[in-house]
């Protein structure tokens, strides 16, 4: 009999058996988990009741449970499968790794993955994803928008040494116009300021905004000043967490 403390399952096997299921049946080049049709998820629960049991009255939370679990697990699956794939085959690319899949799924199954991870739109989520994982475990919380941007604009291997010229005129612009409006010694300065970013970056170049993309534009569109501001009070942990649209126009920036 399974147990569940919220939607996290105790059994330490089941993270395993739900692991070796998804293997078994990966029958088409799914990409995530919500790819995976209806039918087959109902299958693969199947599957799971078969394996364990649980209380009736727990049935909806466990339903909830593997499905939350199954997706993670999906997600864990495909990333090792490259990542292991890479190391074997000693490849340096995962476009190299045509034909040369893992024993658990079907070679045509495999290509067309390779085929979707090879393409620049996947590479550029990936590498933002990346980017934002490794931001986020430096910091202990996701980033705002000022640290993703430094953390794309700046050198790898050094100490905040800026990209170019522009990206450290505008973070200082943006420094000195936020001290500025709202004063050094503010109990309540703000997170991010949008207007502040765009009066100091050069404001829209062909609906785009230096840092931030069109995404900018969505955000004061209809907005008042102070609604374009995201403030930060005294005992507060609100952050406004980056996009991944966000953070890949950042990337895009970086490209020559």
Known sequence: ????????????????SIT?????????????????????????FGKFQGHYMWDETEEQNVHLAWDKLGKDRFHDILNRARSEMLVKHKKSDIAYLHNLGPNWMKEEVWNELVAYWSSPEWRKKSQSAKINRMITKKLGRPPNKIEVFRATHTKKGTDGVFIDGKSQRVDEDYASAIVEKYGSNSESPPIFDLDKWIEVSGGFNKGRVYGFGSSAKSQIS??????????????????????????QQL???KEP
């Open 1 to 16: 009999m399974i147990r569940l403390r919220g939607l996290v399952f105790l059994d330490i096997s089941v993270s395993r």
């Open 20 to 44: 070796n299921d998804i293997k078994i049946h990966f029958i088409a080049p799914w990409k995530t988990w919500a790819e995976i049709p209806k039918k087959m998820k109902d299958e693969l």
């Open 222 to 247: 209809g907005s008042s000043t102070s609604q374009s501001c995201t403030f930060v009070y005294p005992g507060s942990f609100s952050q406004p967490a980056m996009t991944q649209e966000e953070i």
């Open 251 to 253: 990337i895009d920036e």
